[in-house]
């Protein structure tokens, strides 16, 4: 695995822009997630917009886990619950497992892969352990 460069003007200009720091209230939870949406929608984006978005979604993750604990959340309820805040139904998650397997997941007869997880984790910006 060769190792990546990052232009460091580059990723300051872009950390200038984020002002990414620890997340300790829900006003700065809410900023942090929408500069992280806006990056996730860069058809390419960059190795420094790659690196920020990967320090935007520790954070977010750091903070959920502070803050909103999961503890006995099977993976299945887990995903019930995302599928539903963000109005999604079966056929959305299509490119990441077929219907009838949400299905299945859904209602407690199957679980969820690792690479399933691994995808839906970067689909609802979230650790892949929530649905394993």
């Known amino acids: 695995m060769g190792l990546t ?47 920020l978005i990967a320090l935007l979604a520790l954070l977010v993750e750091d903070y959920d886990t502070r803050y909103h604990p999961s503890p006995g959340v099977t993976g299945g309820e887990a995903l019930a619950y995302l599928m539903e805040a963000n109005n999604l139904r079966a056929a ?18 199957r679980a969820i892969s690792r690479e399933q997880a691994k995808k839906l984790g970067k689909r609802f910006k979230v650790t892949a352990d929530l649905f394993l």
Do not use: C, H
Request: glycine letters at 4%; zero cysteines.
């Open 5 to 51: 460069l990052i232009d460091p003007a580059k990723y300051r200009r872009l950390v200038s822009r984020a002002l990414p720091k620890k997340i300790e209230t829900g006003e700065e939870f809410d900023r942090v997630v929408e500069r992280l949406e806006l990056l996730d929608r860069i058809e390419n984006p960059s190795t420094e917009e790659q690196a």
């Open 92 to 109: 959305d998650l299509a490119d990441i497992m077929p219907r009838s397997r949400v299905s299945e997941v859904l209602a407690g007869r």
